[in-house]
């Protein structure tokens, strides 16, 4: 089974990066092969062609969001982990998801029946939003969403860092569990649920 946790904060090794390596130190504890792709080492750019939601044709901006969502493809599972900045998602990650919606996944929905989890770090506030946030954005794109009964909102301003929070790790590690046996329980049964059969279209729209 193959995981890729997704970190979405502009900081190099902070404490969104902990909370990946967490995800994928379980990851292949459990055997699976996981991997991480961290927003802020590639081009996402945002896109001003004000045609997104009309024009038929593939987004034109020349960044490395394409390749980022081939490799969410190939995964069989996938974790959104961002920060909290500003009471809400961080710039980055918000970026992202919006350009790869109406530049990739949009109609198509091509991440249908993959895996998915959200994860969120910050200090004190703002997680369930931010987790919320996440959690429709893989609804959107019809993940199947796996949780370990508590949403995993790590808190991050104890004095030792995301490793104060021993609740938000274990539910971390919990949710990593489930997605893994959700994936391997599926994999073993032999089913393979259908993907879309057609392209999906906004009711009483043309385009």
Request: aromatic share 4%; proline share 4%.
């Amino acid at each position: 089974m193959k995981i890729l946790a997704i970190n979405g904060s502009e900081r190099a090794r902070g404490s969104t990066w902990l909370a990946v390596q967490e995800i994928l130190s379980h990851a292949r504890s459990r055997g699976c092969a996981a991997e991480e792709i961290h927003l802020a080492e590639h081009r996402v750019t945002a896109c001003d062609c004000g045609r997104c939601n009309s024009r038929p044709d593939p987004c034109p901006v020349d960044d490395e969001v394409g390749e980022i969502v081939a490799a969410m493809v190939e995964a069989d599972a996938v974790f959104l982990a961002a920060p909290v900045h500003g009471f809400g998602l961080s710039s980055l990650m918000q970026t992202f998801i919006e350009r790869a919606g109406v530049g990739f996944l949009r109609f198509e929905r091509p991440l249908t029946n993959t895996i998915g989890a959200a994860v969120v770090i910050g200090r004190r506030y703002g997680h369930l939003d931010v987790h919320a946030q996440l959690l429709h954005n893989l609804l959107l794109n019809r993940f199947i969403v796996v949780g370990s009964g508590f949403p995993v909102t790590v808190y991050s301003g104890g004095e030792q860092g995301i490793a104060s929070d021993v609740e938000g790790l274990d539910a971390l590690h919990r949710t990593v569990d489930r997605v893994i046996d959700v994936g391997l329980t599926l994999a073993g049964a032999g089913i393979e649920l259908p993907r879309p059969r057609d392209a999906e279209r906004r009711v009483g729209r043309t385009n």
